[in-house]
């Protein structure tokens, strides 16, 4: 661990920040959306493969000599925690199996009522 555990901290807060907004966003339909708009779902796809495409260029790009060894900067515990969340926000994996996990939450419990209400009128002599 370079940075340390405060910084793995904070990597984890922006990331279970962004799991939270992707619940949210599922919550209110949001990712409903984003996944039946060819439109919106193409742009997040392509801004997630962005992120991971430009810190490879700019190293192919870099005109540094190869033989000195990259002194690593510490980050900030912002500068962490925002990169742990712009990373599971653009991860549209996580857009799809949290919004698929939420649509199938209400059909469970209606299910659920549905069993219950079978099983009081399969007893007789209750009146339900």
């Excluded at 990712?31 to 060819?38: D, G, K, N, V």
């Excluded at 540094?64 to 002194?71: G, L, N, S, W």
Aim: aromatic share 8%; proline share 5%; hydrophobic share 50%.
């Amino acid at each position: 661990m370079v940075q340390g555990e405060r910084a793995g901290l904070a990597s984890v807060l922006g990331i279970e920040l962004a799991s939270l907004t992707h619940a949210v966003a599922a919550a209110l339909g949001l990712s409903a959306l984003l996944l039946t708009s060819a439109l919106a779902f193409s742009v997040v796809k392509y801004l997630g493969a962005a992120y991971l495409v430009y810190p490879g260029v700019r190293t192919l790009l870099a005109r540094e000599e190869r033989q000195q060894v990259p002194v690593q900067v510490p980050k900030s515990f912002s500068q962490v925690f925002a990169l742990g969340f712009l990373v599971n926000l653009l991860n549209w994996p996580t857009t799809r199996i949290i919004g698929d996990r939420v649509v199938c939450v209400p059909r469970f419990f209606y299910q659920l009522m549905l069993l219950a209400t079978a099983q009081r009128a399969a007893v007789p002599g209750r009146r339900c």
